[in-house]
């Protein structure tokens, strides 16, 4: 009850005209910057973080909090638009998201986007003001061999899911990590595969490896194929209501409850972050279309624009945004991007998050919790009604659309570092891009292995200094030996599913040139 009572508080902090106009603010600005190709919503939070400093706290982090989650709904406007999401939050939406636009489905995959989001953060703010010690409890079991468990498993699941071909999805994993080694070692300080190249000193900035191979690869293969393609205009009309229907809603709450229930934990697990939980939620997805149509159910979709493969991902990265902001104010630890900004703007005003700051700041807590509430109700209310307006811009004659995906992608990486070198490496990432494509080589997987490929890396080399080089310290918790034992029962699953495949097409094949002859 004294939850309940202490945010019952914050909303009437939040709920003064004053406050109120800043969360629509936040929210609309948070859109806006948003769906620019690789800005995302946390280069949203810090554009605008100078701004907040001439507010009183309260209003300030109202205003933040509304801006973050107003830049995740526009990541996943522009990788539905445009196959650009904003930021890796919102890649495993690009995957289904932009074959729904394609096939003329824009308005319903926007709108999929923005009740997911709404759902994954109600429900994930409710568990984080009700629940955050048992969570934040979660994330303090976590050392360096569970992460590395952790990546494993996100590694090979998802080149196993996404890809129709295991071959093909190691090859793309193969790739990512080839990439995620370039530049300086974090831990030793050694230079590896730069070439001499002091610009790749660094490494590759993920905006840039995210919008060359999904914006550029895709301007790339739609110009090669521009006089084969006859059916791309008809494929962006759109077909049926602008409004999810009935059919539609019945299979996305169910995707909208999983998805959330894959993003809840991974809020408050330190390098974490929203990839590995919207990459299983949309892996789980998958898998269970697969699994009906194999039962005679309904057609498995996934390939072709699967409403399923937008929504369970969606409120899986918002679920992971709004615990993130629990372990942030209960813990003072960031566990993404936009968290670490925001714990910027907490010390520029004298405050450091933790237990204690519920204590000391309990005001600004509750009505920065009350707060995300009423920004999720907002952008529900902005974006529902406008998502057939977003739609529109599918409209656009081909030439003059992708020739405006690729000056955005040009301008949002070039914002993002102001280096000249960052355009030339995206035209060069774009290029590997649009050979993936043109040998079907799934591009999730590298994005997967691009993102946690540092991560799994020095937490290895971590747990193995700590154990003074014993390989089974990698198998010494619960949670770790959980993780292999989940993965290699899904493997066992796979090849067995595979082989069974196999023979009853190989048992058809015969039956059928015998009912030919006949």
């Known amino acids: 009850m004294d939850a309940l009572n202490h945010l019952l508080t914050g909303f009437s902090h939040a709920l003064t005209p004053e406050n109120l106009l800043w969360a629509l603010l936040g929210v609309l600005l948070g859109t806006a910057v948003g769906v620019l190709p690789g800005l995302g919503s946390s280069m949203a939070v810090a554009l605008l973080l100078p701004i907040t400093f001439q507010l009183d706290p309260t209003s300030a ?118 990439i995620s080694l370039v530049g300086i070692d974090s831990l030793s300080g050694a230079e590896r595969f730069t070439l001499g190249i002091p610009q790749l000193f660094e490494g590759f900035s993920i905006i840039t490896i995210t919008v060359a191979l999904l914006a550029i690869g895709e301007v790339l293969h739609v110009a090669a194929r521009a006089h084969t393609d006859d059916g791309h205009e008809s494929m962006l009309r759109r077909s049926g209501t602008p409004w999810l229907s009935l059919a539609d809603l019945r299979r996305t709450l169910p995707a909208w409850l999983r998805g959330t229930v894959f993003g809840v934990p991974f809020g408050v697990i330190p390098s974490g972050g929203s990839e590995i939980p919207t990459f299983l939620a949309f892996g789980t997805e998958k898998k269970l279309a697969e699994r009906r149509a194999r039962r005679g159910g309904r057609e498995n979709e996934f390939g072709k624009g699967a409403i399923e493969g937008v929504a369970a991902p969606e409120s899986a990265g918002s679920a992971t945004a709004g615990t993130a902001m629990g372990a942030l104010l209960g813990l003072g630890l960031p566990t993404s991007g936009t968290a670490a900004i925001m714990l910027a703007a907490f010390q520029q005003y004298g405050m450091q998050p933790g237990p204690l700051l519920f204590e000391r700041n309990g005001d600004l807590v509750w009505a920065l919790l009350a707060s995300l509430f009423i920004a999720s109700v907002m952008l529900l209310i902005l974006n529902l009604p406008f998502a057939p307006l977003w739609a529109r811009l599918l409209l656009i004659p081909k030439p003059y659309l992708y020739a405006g995906i690729t000056v955005f992608s040009v301008l949002g990486v070039y914002a993002a570092s102001s280096a000249m070198t960052d355009l030339w490496f995206m035209l060069l990432l774009g290029l590997v891009g649009f050979m993936m494509r043109r040998y079907d080589i799934p591009l999730a997987p590298v994005l997967i292995a691009v993102i946690l490929g540092p991560v799994a890396e020095s937490e290895l080399r971590r747990a193995l200094a700590v154990g003074q080089g014993d390989v089974t310290v990698l198998f010494g918790s619960a949670i770790s030996v959980g993780l292999y034992a989940v993965l290699l029962l899904g493997g066992v699953i796979v090849a067995v599913n595979r082989i069974r495949a196999r023979r009853r097409a190989t048992a058809t094949v015969p039956g059928s040139k015998a009912g030919a002859a006949s």
């Open 61 to 178: 982090f109202i205003m933040l909090a509304a801006v973050y989650y107003g830049g995740l709904f526009g990541d996943s406007t522009a990788a539905i638009l445009m196959n650009t999401p904003g930021q890796s939050s919102a890649i495993a939406t690009t995957i289904e998201g932009y074959k729904m636009a394609r096939r003329g489905r824009a308005p319903q995959a926007l709108a999929t986007a923005a009740i997911g989001a709404f759902i994954g953060a109600i429900l994930s703010t409710s568990l984080v003001a009700f629940f955050s010690p048992a969570i934040i409890g979660l994330a303090l079991r976590f050392g360096p061999a569970e992460y590395f468990a952790l990546a494993v498993f996100a590694f090979i699941a998802t080149s196993a899911v996404v890809s129709q071909s295991m071959v093909r999805g190691l090859v793309a994993l193969g790739i990512g990590l080839s």
